[in-house]
T-cell receptor, first 113, second 113 residues
Framework: EAGVVQSPRYKIIEKKQPVAFWCNPISGHNTLYWYLQNLGQGPELLIRYENEEAVDDSQLPKDRFSAERLKGVDSTLKIQPAELGDSAVYLC???????????FGPGTRLTVL | AQSVTQPDIHITVSEGASLELRCNYSYGATPYLFWYVQSPGQGLQLLLKYFSGDTLVQGIKGFEAEFKRSQSSFNLRKPSVHWSDAAEYFCAVAKLRDDKIIFGKGTRLHILP
């Protein structure tokens, strides 16, 4: 069974540029999470989807961050414009199929110059 | 609010030695507790979890953890570490079984040959 797929794995951009990250969850998983992991820190939840509905986006900085999961499967997280402080790893996780476990993808490492 | 404290940022042990990683949580009721491992460039992998029942939990890769309510602790142990165990370990807590997970800052484990 394929795991959570994320792309790109690495992204380097200049500040003020837009950037997008893509996540494809494990097949059949209805719940999808985006986490932000700063260097030397644990992941912090940005947004949680149940199917196509964002049920917890309280930690998402909505002035520059947006996310969508239009068909309830894959998801895109966007930053526009990016700031230096956005340099971090962006992790996607999914849960479903009767399990309580969140399965994480490898993450996208973003560097903003 | 829930929180997780991992008091050791780095731990170094010799290969074959025993290991204990400390974790303390703050939460009023019985929490749901997790240990994840993150190898360089990899996503987080669940080692074990505690929801209820037996307070000594067995996980993958020979790890175990013990929930001690009186000490608000959920320490991770392994009787004999292998060089491949070198990674970052995260303790985490959730309020509900399918709620967002709050992660500690992690403990980086180094293995001496």
């Amino acid at each position: 069974e394929a795991g959570v797929v994320q792309s790109p794995r690495y992204k380097i951009i200049e500040k003020k540029q837009p950037v997008a990250f893509w996540c494809n969850p494990i097949s059949g998983h209805n719940t999808l999470y985006w986490y932000l992991q700063n260097l030397g820190q644990g992941p912090e939840l940005l947004i949680r989807y149940e199917n196509e509905e964002a049920v917890d986006d309280s930690q998402l900085p909505k002035d520059r961050f947006s996310a969508e999961r239009l068909k309830g499967v894959d998801s895109t997280l966007k930053i526009q414009p990016a700031e230096l402080g956005d340099s971090a790893v962006y992790l996607c996780a999914s849960r479903g199929g009767g399990t309580d476990t969140q399965y994480f993808g490898p993450g996208t490492r973003l560097t903003v110059l | 609010a829930q929180s997780v404290t991992q008091p050791d940022i780095h731990i170094t042990v010799s290969e074959g030695a025993s290991l204990e990683l400390r974790c303390n949580y703050s939460y009023g009721a019985t929490p749901y507790l997790f240990w994840y491992v993150q190898s360089p460039g990899q996503g987080l992998q669940l080692l074990l979890k505690y929801f209820s029942g037996d307070t000594l939990v067995q996980g993958i890769k020979g790890f175990e953890a013990e929930f001690k309510r009186s000490q608000s602790s959920f320490n991770l142990r392994k009787p004999s570490v292998h060089w491949s165990d070198a990674a970052e370990y995260f303790c985490a807590v959730a309020k509900l079984r399918d709620d967002k997970i709050i992660f500690g800052k992690g403990t980086r484990l180094h293995i001496l040959p």
